[in-house]
T-cell receptor, first 114, second 111 residues
């Protein structure tokens, strides 16, 4: 089954404690991205990756890091989480960067930073 | 001003009614227009997308794009309780450009 998986699905942490949210897709997609979803603001892109070893900032990259060492994986790293990073996070992928109109989303990771 | 505006609702309709959702946008370069459905505690799921202007129909769902007015719509005919969800519009320019999303409209279909 074609899918994007994320782990963990729920996470409660404290300010400053580094965490990683994993994302994996099994569709051999080149393009992957991370979004955060906040009430009234919709989905905002954090980082994206056109292909392996190619990443770039989205609209709200501050406080986040990513890496793309393998095509299927695109982890999101919060080196020093703060309460304003409490949000719902989605990983997404599409076959290429020019085919984002058919983007697949993961199930989401709900993060609470105390 | 947001690039994409979408009324958050909530919208509550009886079963069998027509649900009408819409978004407005400011970027005239947008060419691809998408509608996503998001159930509670789930990721967005692509319902349909349209390229440029015109209508597209898929079962009970019809998407319309009016580029001259910078206005897109989604209609759900014969609505069912299973259609209760948040509906997100999204759009993008041609090429490797990011998606711009509306804030989403929450719809409840009452049995």
């Amino acid at each position: 089954e074609a899918q994007v998986t994320q782990n963990p699905r729920y996470l409660i942490t404290v300010t400053g404690k580094k965490l990683t949210v994993t994302c994996s897709q099994n569709m051999n997609h080149e393009y992957m991205s991370w979004y955060r979803q906040d009430p009234g603001l919709g989905l905002r892109q954090i980082y994206y990756s056109m292909n392996v070893e190619v990443t770039d900032k989205g609209d709200v990259p501050e406080g986040y890091k990513v890496s793309r060492k393998e095509k299927r994986n695109f982890p999101l790293i919060l080196e020093s989480p703060s309460p304003n990073q409490t949000s719902l996070y989605f990983c997404a992928s599409s076959r290429t960067a020019t085919e984002q109109e058919t983007q697949y989303f993961g199930p989401g990771t709900r993060l609470l930073v105390l | 001003q947001k690039e994409v505006e979408q009324d958050p609702g909530p919208l509550s309709v009886p079963e069998g009614a027509i649900v009408s959702l819409n978004c407005t946008y400011s970027n005239s370069a947008f060419q691809y227009f998408m509608w996503y459905r998001q159930y509670s505690r789930k990721g967005p799921e692509l319902l349909m997308y349209t390229y440029s202007s015109g209508n597209k129909e898929d079962g009970r769902f019809t998407a319309q794009v009016d580029k001259s007015s910078k206005y897109i719509s989604l209609f759900i005919r014969d609505s069912q309780p299973s259609d209760s969800a948040t509906y997100l519009c999204a759009m993008t320019e041609p090429g490797p450009k990011k998606l711009s999303f509306g804030a989403g409209t929450t719809v409840t279909v009452r049995a």
